[in-house]
């Protein structure tokens, strides 16, 4: 069964510098998501985004967040200048098409941990 | 504001006992609702969705979820817990703009 692939599983960057998570959405999939999970705290939506644009943003989602899908498979979340709050889990999901009664499908995720 | 509230933070229940996760949610016209599950170290995985339609809804492993609109409820069931549904279950309603809102979470502990 297809999956949603994201790298690394785990990246560990000092406070200030640039960060960028990568996904690989489920191939016939158009829509993309990122979520986070702060340790012990419930997910949260970040951002998603449809025909190369972003649908809908948290307030989360500030001017250090920035997300791109720089060819046909990847979807990437850049965060300019990390915070020790960064630190979570980063969760990429997609859906295809056929209305929201679509589910998200997650991939594993990768563990940020800004110190 | 749409939202999902799930009451326990745990659930311990004996392996081959029925067990029931509960999810409780408040939206604006219908309702979307989906459950996940997540094992250690992995992603969310899907389990099962209410749209429309029969108010028992059946999913993965053997999960089942009873949506009951007069008690705004999604509660997850399945008739005999295993050891290995030991995980994290999260309840989530999918809001008009397309993006899912997760409860906190319940941990399913099933002892053998």
């Known amino acids: 069964e297809p999956e949603v692939t994201q790298t690394p599983s785990h990246q560990v960057t000092q406070m200030g510098q640039e960060v960028i998570l990568r996904c690989v959405p489920i191939s016939n999939h158009l829509y993309f998501y990122w979520y986070r999970q702060i340790l012990g705290q419930k997910v949260e939506f970040l951002v998603s985004?449809?025909?190369?644009?972003?649908?809908?943003k948290s307030e989360i989602f500030d001017d250090q967040f920035s997300v791109e899908r720089p060819d046909g498979s990847n979807f990437t979340l850049k965060i300019r200048s990390t915070k020790l709050e960064d630190s979570a889990m980063y969760f990429c999901?997609?859906?295809?098409?056929?209305?929201?009664?679509?589910?998200?499908?997650f991939g594993d995720g990768t563990r940020l941990s800004i110190l | 504001a749409q939202s999902v509230a799930q009451p326990e933070d745990q659930v311990n229940v004996a392996e081959g006992n029925p067990l029931t996760v509960k999810c409780t949610y408040s939206?604006?016209?219908?309702?979307?609702l989906f459950w996940y599950v997540q094992y250690p170290n992995r992603g969310l995985q899907f389990l099962l969705k209410y749209i429309t339609g029969d108010n028992l809804v059946k999913g993965s492993y053997g999960f089942e979820a009873e949506f009951n609109k007069s008690q705004t409820s999604f509660h997850l069931k399945k008739p005999s817990a295993l050891v290995s549904d030991s995980a994290l279950y999260f309840c989530?309603?999918?809001?008009?703009?397309?993006?899912?809102?997760f409860g906190t979470g319940t941990r399913l502990q099933v002892f053998p």
């Open positions: 985004f449809y025909n190369n644009e972003i649908s809908e």
């Open positions: 999901a997609s859906r295809r098409t056929g209305g929201g009664n679509q589910p998200q499908h």
């Open positions: 939206v604006s016209g219908n309702p979307y």
């Open positions: 989530a309603v999918r809001t008009n703009t397309d993006k899912l809102i």
